[in-house]
């Protein structure tokens, strides 16, 4: 059941099992911009708690391989791919951008870090 709440917002009430309605279907005001930062930061956040599981859990990825969440690690990560790919395509960065940063992260990364030698 959807209603309106005093600042207009539509929100869902009831059973969280049925399906989920789309912006679309809903008519919600939400542009293409706050879509693609709502939904990328909800998709690292998941990300991020799946990392956090593993480093809980596993003290290296040998043991770690065969658990549930490496799966859920690839999907999440994917999830995340996609949504900086769309990022790319809606003009919020090039890849060349996103790779020239990346070789500055990879730098610092030498001063602070042991994976890169």
Request: glycine share 6%; net charge negative; aromatic share 6%.
């Amino acid at each position: 059941m959807l209603s309106t709440n005093m600042d207009g917002i539509i929100i869902v009430i009831g059973d969280t099992n049925k399906s989920m309605v789309s912006n679309q279907e809903l008519g919600t005001p939400i542009n293409d911009f706050q879509q693609l930062m709502a939904i990328t930061a909800e998709e690292c956040g998941e990300l991020t708690q799946v990392c956090m599981k593993l480093l809980r859990k596993y003290d290296g990825i040998d043991e770690a391989v065969k658990d549930k969440y490496i799966t859920m690690l690839l999907e999440e990560a994917g999830d995340v791919l996609c949504m900086l790919e769309l990022m790319s395509e809606h003009g919020c960065f090039t890849w060349q951008e996103a790779y020239a940063r990346a070789d500055v992260k990879r730098e610092k990364l030498k001063t602070w870090s042991t994976l890169i030698e």
